[in-house]
C-alpha cells in the first residue's frame, strides 16, 4: 500500500519540495476524500482504514467497489486486525503470522480434530405452555408515537423498545443482542453522528421534541438513552411543548444594564365613542376630573399624587379591585416624578388581557390632559410613556450599560461603611468583599440577634475569620428610634458614617388579588422607611457614596411581587432624589436579578422557576464583582442580571439583525451579549449538503457550525 499511498499523494498535491509550502496547501486546501479515492480506485484490490472507528471505511464502502475493511485500533478486540490480515492472505500477500503470538499463551490447534460441544442442561428441561406462548422480553413489540400523556412504567419500557430496535437496524444486530448496558460508543461501535441521528429518530417514534444536542448521548448506554426519552415523555416535552423556550447559550453572563428614555412618537388612533371610566384619585388631584370628561371606551384610572408615600397604598389597591371587579380590559396610571409603574407591570403579568398603560406628565402643564387621553386611546398590551414640558414625549429602553475602565473605589481604610441587611442574605456577601477589598469600617445593622440565629451567627465568624471585624448592632430599620440609638453607637465606636449599603428588605409573595393594605406596608416598610431613617440618623453632608440594593422585579414587575415591585421603584427614586440634594454624595441604585445560592430568591424557593422561565441566576463571586465594578461608575440606576427572559413591560434595546444567511430566527438575543439564532438548512437553501453525505443523507458540517 506504500507505493499507492506515496502516488496519490503526489498527483494531488503536485509534489512540492518546499515543506511549508505542502503544510499551507494541506491546511488551506479542502479536503478532497472522493477525489482521492477516484483517482487510486483501480490501484488497489483491498482498502484497509488504519486508525479508530470505522466512518472512513464506511464512507468509502459507497463509492468503492473492492473490500474495504477497518482496523478499528481503538476497538475492544483484534477483529478488525485480523480481517484485514485474512483478507490480505487470500488476494496472495504473504503474511507473517508468527508475530501476532509471540510471547502470547496459545493453545494448540487442530484443524482435522472434529469439536465436541456440550449441550445446556437448561435447554432441555420441559417448557411449560404458559411460558412458551408468553412473548419475549427481549422481543420489542410495534410501538406507535406516544402522546406524552404521562408516561409512567409503560413509556419506560417503549421508550426501550424503541431503542433498541433502531440500535439493532443500525448495528445491523438481532435486537435481542443489544444488551441495556452497552454503550453505543464503544461497545456497539456507532459513530457520533450515527448516535445522533438514531436518538433523533427515537425520540420522533415517541413523540418528543429532538434533544438540542443528540450527539452528547454518544458515550451512554442503550438504557442511559432510554431512559432520559421516557423522563421527557413523563414531562409531557412532546413535539410541540414549549416551542420559545430559550436554549442553553454558549456560556453564562452576568452584565449591567441601564434605563434611557428615548423620544417615540405616539402612534395615532382615532378615537371611540365615550365611555366610564372609574376613577381613582385623591380628592384634590389636579388631572383627575378633567380627565373623567375626556376619556373614550371603558377602564380604571389610577392617579397618583406627585411623590406618593405610605399613605396612598389605599390608592392601588381600590384601583386594583376596581379592574378585578369590574372586568376591565384597560388601566390607565398617571403620576408625575414616578411612583406607579412598578405597579402597572405586575397588574398586566397578573392579567395580560388587562392592557395598561403608565403616563408620567407635569400636572401643571395646559397640555396634560390631552396627552393622556391620547395615550389612553392607544392602549394595547403594556406601554409606559414620559412627556417633559416641550412636550416631547419618552418611552424606557433598556440598554447595555458599557463596560467603564477601571478605577479605585470610592472607599478606603478611613471610612466607615454602614451596611443594613448586612448580616444574611446579598448584602453580607458584598458587605464582606468590600470590607476586605477596601480596607473600610464596617458596621452591620439587622434585625435578628447572632445568639438566635445561627446563619447570622456563622457570617460573622466568616468574616472574622477573613480579617474583617465587624460591628453587629442588631435594630429594626423601621424603627427610627431604633435606628437613630445605633447609628450613635456605630459612630462612637468606629467613627462617622461615610457610606451606607441599604439591603434591607421583605418579600412575601401573593398575587394582588390577596394583598391587602398591612401586608403592603410591610413589604415597603424596610426599602423605603428604613433608608429614610438611616439617612435621618447619619450626617448627609459626610456621606461620600450611599448605594441601595433594589431588585429587577422593580424594573419589570412579576406576578405575585406587586408590593414588593412597588417598593424596589420607590427606594430606586429616593435614592435617587437624595443624590440631586447631595452631588458630592455618589449615589448609586442596583437592581439584581436572583442570586444564586444566596439571596431573597433562594429562600423563597421560587429560583428554580425563574430558571425554567430562562431566568439565569448571579453567582455570588460574579455579583460582587460587578458590585466593585459599578461602585467606579457615575452612579444612578443600574439592572444587574443574566439572562431575564422576555417580558412584555420591558423594552430592551435590539436593533434589526441584518438579512443575513443563519440569522432566520432568534431565539435569544442581548445585543453586545448574547445571540442564539435557530437556522432551517436544506439542500435547497445549502447546495453544500450535497457534497457531504453520509450513508445518503446530507449533513451540516461540523466546520460550519464552528
Not at 390608592?315 to 376596581?322: I, K, T
Request: aromatic letters at 4%; glycine letters at 10%; a negative charge.
Amino acid at each position: 500500500s506504500r507505493p499507492v499511498a506515496s502516488t496519490v499523494t503526489g498527483a494531488l498535491l503536485g509534489g512540492p519540495d518546499d515543506l511549508r509550502e505542502l503544510l499551507v496547501r494541506q491546511v488551506t486546501s479542502p479536503v478532497r476524500f472522493t477525489a482521492a479515492l477516484d483517482a487510486a480506485r483501480d490501484l488497489a484490490d483491498l482498502w484497509i482504514e488504519v486508525g479508530p472507528g470505522r466512518a472512513l471505511a464506511e464512507l468509502a464502502a459507497e463509492s468503492l467497489d473492492r473490500p474495504v475493511l477497518a482496523i478499528d485500533i481503538g476497538g475492544p478486540s483484534l477483529a478488525g486486525l485480523l480481517q484485514a490480515v485474512g483478507a490480505a492472505f487470500a488476494l496472495g500477500v504473504p503474511v507473517e503470522t508468527s508475530v501476532l503470538f509471540e510471547g502470547r499463551f496459545v493453545r494448540p490447534f487442530d484443524p482435522e480434530r472434529l469439536p465436541r460441544f456440550l449441550a445446556s442442561p437448561c435447554e432441555s428441561a420441559p417448557v411449560s405452555e404458559s411460558v412458551s406462548s408468553s412473548p419475549s422480553p427481549w422481543t420489542p413489540e410495534p410501538v406507535a408515537p406516544s402522546s406524552g400523556d404521562g408516561a409512567g412504567e409503560a413509556g419506560r419500557g417503549s421508550a426501550l423498545d424503541v431503542v433498541r430496535r433502531l440500535v439493532a437496524a443500525r448495528a445491523e444486530l438481532p435486537a435481542a443482542a443489544i444488551q441495556e448496558d452497552s454503550r453505543l460508543l464503544s461497545d456497539l461501535h456507532l459513530n457520533s453522528i450515527s448516535v445522533g441521528q438514531l436518538v433523533a429518530e427515537a425520540a420522533r417514534q415517541l413523540g418528543l421534541r429532538p434533544p438540542a444536542s443528540p450527539t452528547d448521548y454518544a458515550r451512554a448506554t442503550v438504557a442511559e438513552v432510554a431512559l432520559a426519552l421516557a423522563e421527557q415523555e413523563e414531562l409531557g416535552e412532546v413535539g410541540a411543548a414549549e416551542p420559545d423556550s430559550a436554549p442553553a447559550g454558549v456560556d453564562s453572563w452576568v452584565r449591567a444594564f441601564h434605563t434611557e428614555w428615548v423620544p417615540r412618537e405616539l402612534p395615532r388612533r382615532s378615537s371611540s365613542e365615550p365611555g366610564t371610566w372609574r376613577i381613582v384619585a385623591p380628592q384634590d388631584h389636579p388631572l383627575a376630573w378633567t380627565l373623567a370628561a375626556r376619556l373614550s371606551e371603558d377602564g380604571v384610572l389610577l392617579c397618583l399624587p406627585l411623590r406618593p408615600d405610605e399613605s396612598h397604598v389605599g390608592l392601588f389597591l381600590e384601583a386594583a379591585r376596581e379592574v378585578i371587579s369590574s372586568g376591565s380590559k384597560r388601566f390607565l396610571v398617571v403620576q408625575q416624578d414616578g411612583g406607579g409603574a412598578a405597579f402597572g407591570r405586575t397588574l398586566h403579568l397578573e392579567m395580560p388581557e388587562v392592557a395598561t398603560r403608565v403616563v408620567d406628565v407635569p400636572f401643571d402643564h395646559p397640555d396634560a390632559a390631552d396627552w393622556v387621553a391620547a395615550e389612553a386611546v392607544a392602549m394595547e398590551g403594556h406601554a409606559e410613556a414620559r412627556y417633559d414640558n416641550a412636550g416631547v414625549r419618552t418611552v424606557p429602553v433598556l440598554r447595555l450599560l458599557p463596560d467603564a475602565e477601571p478605577s479605585d473605589l470610592p472607599l478606603g481604610p478611613e471610612d466607615v461603611l454602614l451596611v443594613t441587611g448586612g448580616g444574611k442574605g446579598i448584602g453580607a456577601e458584598c458587605a464582606l468583599d468590600l470590607a476586605r477589598t477596601t480596607g473600610a469600617r464596617l458596621a452591620l445593622l439587622g434585625r435578628s440577634r447572632p445568639e438566635s440565629d445561627p446563619e447570622l451567627a456563622a457570617n460573622l465568624e466568616r468574616m472574622q475569620a477573613a480579617g474583617v471585624d465587624p460591628l453587629y448592632v442588631p435594630a429594626d430599620v423601621t424603627d427610627a428610634g431604633a435606628v437613630a440609638q445605633a447609628v450613635a453607637w456605630i459612630e462612637s465606636e468606629l467613627g462617622p458614617v461615610t457610606a451606607v449599603l441599604h439591603g434591607a428588605g421583605a418579600n412575601t409573595p401573593r398575587p394582588i388579588a390577596a394583598l391587602d393594605e398591612a401586608s403592603f406596608l410591610r413589604t415597603l416598610a424596610p426599602k423605603v422607611r428604613g433608608l429614610q431613617n438611616v439617612l435621618a440618623a447619619v450626617d448627609p453632608d459626610r456621606l461620600r457614596l450611599l448605594v441601595s440594593f433594589g431588585s429587577i422585579i422593580g424594573r419589570a414587575g412579576l406576578e405575585g411581587e406587586a408590593d414588593y415591585a412597588t417598593a424596589n421603584e420607590w427606594l430606586g427614586l429616593l435614592t435617587e432624589r437624595f443624590g440631586r440634594e447631595h452631588p458630592a454624595c455618589r449615589c448609586l441604585t442596583l437592581e439584581w436579578s436572583v442570586w444564586s445560592g444566596v439571596g431573597m430568591g433562594e429562600r423563597l424557593g421560587t429560583l428554580e422557576s425563574l430558571i425554567r422561565r430562562g431566568i439565569t441566576p448571579i453567582p455570588p463571586g460574579t455579583g460582587v464583582e460587578q458590585l466593585r465594578r459599578l461602585l467606579s461608575g457615575p452612579g444612578g440606576s443600574v439592572v444587574v442580571a443574566g439572562r431575564f427572559g422576555d417580558p412584555d413591560t420591558v423594552e430592551l434595546e435590539r436593533p434589526e439583525l441584518p438579512l443575513l444567511r443563519f440569522l432566520e430566527r432568534p431565539r435569544v438575543f442581548y445585543p453586545g451579549v448574547e445571540l442564539v439564532v435557530d437556522s432551517e438548512v436544506s439542500a435547497d437553501t445549502d447546495p453544500h449538503l450535497a457534497d457531504h453525505v453520509f450513508r445518503g443523507e446530507p449533513l451540516f458540517a461540523a466546520v460550519l457550525g464552528m
